[in-house]
């Protein structure tokens, strides 16, 4: 089997294809690909005193530069937000192209590594599951930090397409690049979505793909972007997965809340005894960083934190995360599903549901609520659509819910808000 070819090997292929094509924009600056494998191996030079891993914070061209050019110097990267900027590590790696912090959404952020088989292999499958082609134009918007981000640089090395970097998430820019720009694809959360839709931003006709993951999508999201003409592919994937690992294809029908589609080629999925998706292919992950409780069992099947369900067409559709399971009144209820219900109620922007010990429900079910609803009118909603035990029994309105900068809520804050709200 020969081996997998890094990100700079596939910058220099399509350099050596078409040197004066577009690579990668940002701001003001543009790099054809020539230039990008100039700009790469000269940061390379720069960097080789270094020797080994390199750690980096700063914006997405920074982090796009050295990801790049730790590929020509076959050196792992660790791109980190800017509170990681000063950490250090002391341990050899080997077979290691890039170590990607997970979301950390419920506050406990793990380093995975991942070689330069994973990611090709994610690259390789991403570009023939939403065809990307030579002159297709990518915006990046998501943080270089996360595999979202890096994830897109993969891919259009890959298919000799160029990158629109964004530096993170700014909706009347991208609304604006949008309707200026040919983009072809664009990765967003549902939370950006959300946020480009209340702009009254309409999808470009050069747009062929909208790839949606991160978190949950709401049926009404996704209704009401479907319905301006949105091309929405709801996904799902993980740092532990190079990124996307399952995607939806709108000609496979109509779209239920939860379904993100089938698995990768080359990969397995099953749901074990508890529930949680387990993920055999490719693109797992070598191990953590820390060497500590992968997941991988010896026949290479990757347990996730995610409850999911397999149907009858072999299509995935993720339920939510195992450790976010309530139980109120004795009957198992996910956030997830009360959050989605709740979220179609007119009135109502934004939604986190969360529980509070209670001696009589066990987890009492609350409600963090973002809009104009009232509360009495959320409550009549719940009770048409949802059982006794998961309805919310206390409903309180916030500003803002807490998100990461991959839109995940952060359910550990949610707990935190919920006893203040409480006093």
């Given amino acids: 089997m020969a081996a997998p070819t890094s990100l700079a090997q596939h910058l220099q292929?399509?350099?050596?294809?078409?040197?004066?094509?577009?690579?990668?924009?940002?701001?003001?600056?543009?790099?054809?690909?020539?230039?990008?494998?100039?700009?790469?191996?000269?940061?390379?030079?720069?960097?080789?005193?270094?020797?080994g891993l390199i750690i980096e914070a700063g914006d997405s061209l920074h982090l796009a530069r050295h990801a790049y050019a730790c590929s020509f110097q076959n050196w792992p990267f660790f791109p980190v937000d800017r509170s990681n900027a000063h950490l250090e590590i002391n341990q050899p790696l080997?077979?290691?192209?890039?170590?990607?912090?997970?979301?950390?959404?419920?506050?406990?952020?793990?380093?995975?590594?991942?070689?330069?088989?994973?990611?090709?292999?994610?690259?390789?499958?991403?570009?023939?599951?939403?065809?990307?082609?030579?002159?297709?134009l990518w915006l990046n918007c998501l943080p270089l930090y996360h595999i979202g981000g890096?994830?897109?640089?993969?891919?259009?090395?890959?298919?000799?397409?160029?990158?629109?970097?964004?530096?993170?998430?700014?909706?009347k820019q991208v609304a604006a690049d949008l309707a200026t720009l040919p983009v072809t694809h664009i990765s967003l959360v549902p939370a950006m979505l959300a946020r480009l839709l209340d702009?009254?931003?309409?999808?470009?006709?050069?747009?062929?793909?909208?790839?949606?993951?991160?978190?949950?999508?709401?049926?009404?999201?996704?209704?009401?972007?479907?319905?301006?003409?949105?091309?929405?592919?709801?996904?799902?994937g993980m740092s532990e997965t190079a990124a996307q690992i399952a995607t939806f294809d709108p000609v496979d029908g109509d779209w239920q809340e939860g379904l993100v589609g089938r698995p990768m080629p080359g990969h397995e999925i099953c749901i074990g005894a508890d529930g949680r998706l387990q993920v055999r292919g490719p693109q797992v992950m070598r191990g953590y960083l820390d060497g500590s409780g992968s997941g991988i069992d010896a026949d290479g099947w990757l347990t996730t934190?995610?409850?999911?369900?397999?149907?009858?067409?072999?299509?995935?559709?993720?339920?939510?995360?195992?450790?976010?399971?309530?139980i109120s009144g004795g009957r198992n209820v996910h956030p997830q599903e009360v959050e989605s219900c709740l979220a179609a109620c007119p009135g109502v922007l934004d939604v986190a549901v969360t529980g509070q010990p209670d001696p009589v429900w066990g987890d009492l079910i609350v409600a963090l609520v973002v809009g104009p609803v009232a509360p009495d009118d959320l409550l009549a909603h719940a009770r048409r659509h949802l059982p006794s035990a998961a309805l919310p029994r206390k409903i309180h309105a916030i500003d803002r819910l807490p998100r990461n900068a991959t839109g995940k809520l952060e359910r550990a804050a949610l707990r935190g808000l919920a006893a203040e709200a409480g006093l």
């Fill in 94 to 136: 080997s077979d290691v192209a890039l170590i990607i912090a997970t979301s950390g959404s419920e506050g406990n952020r793990r380093a995975v590594l991942l070689g330069n088989a994973q990611l090709d292999a994610a690259a390789a499958n991403s570009n023939a599951c939403l065809p990307l082609h030579p002159g297709d």
């Fill in 150 to 171: 890096q994830s897109i640089l993969w891919r259009c090395a890959r298919a000799g397409a160029s990158v629109l970097l964004h530096d993170g998430f700014d909706a």
């Fill in 13 to 51: 292929q399509a350099a050596a294809e078409n040197p004066h094509a577009s690579a990668l924009l940002h701001a003001a600056q543009c790099y054809s690909f020539a230039e990008l494998v100039d700009d790469s191996r000269h940061l390379a030079s720069q960097l080789a005193n270094r020797r």
């Fill in 305 to 326: 934190g995610d409850l999911g369900r397999i149907d009858a067409a072999g299509r995935l559709s993720i339920l939510g995360r195992a450790d976010d399971m309530l």
């Fill in 199 to 236: 702009l009254g931003t309409t999808p470009p006709a050069s747009l062929r793909v909208a790839l949606i993951g991160g978190a949950a999508l709401a049926q009404s999201l996704y209704d009401r972007a479907v319905a301006t003409g949105w091309p929405l592919y709801p996904s799902y």
